[in-house]
């Protein structure tokens, strides 16, 4: 179910910028700068920096999620909306008899 609220955040955008766009590293079809490395692209060097607002952004790197798209994610579980049957967490946690 976190794969598809992921997905729901690709589709959806959620208030994210282009969603397929990394925060920190510089990626085209041809090459990929990481984040925070240098690399020499047809005579300019490209740096792989960070962008100005990580918080309008999914992907950091391209293999980790931003803090708010994780911060969404984390709101669904602990919410219940990703369990099956859809009970919060906190209610679950709860000592007493079931």
Not at 16 to 33: E, L, M, S, W
Not at 36 to 59: A, F, Q
């Amino acid at each position: 179910k976190v794969f598809l609220m992921i997905l729901d955040l690709l589709l959806l955008h959620s208030g994210f910028v282009d969603p397929f766009k990394i925060c920190c590293g510089h990626a085209t079809v041809d090459h990929i700068v990481y984040c925070g490395h240098e690399k020499l692209v047809n005579g300019t060097k490209i740096r792989g920096t960070s962008c100005s607002d990580p918080s309008t952004y999914i992907s950091w790197d391209g293999a980790h999620y931003t803090h708010r798209a994780n911060e969404l994610i984390a709101r669904q579980v602990i919410h219940g909306s990703l369990s099956d049957p859809q009970i919060p967490l906190f209610i679950g946690l709860q000592p007493g008899p079931l």
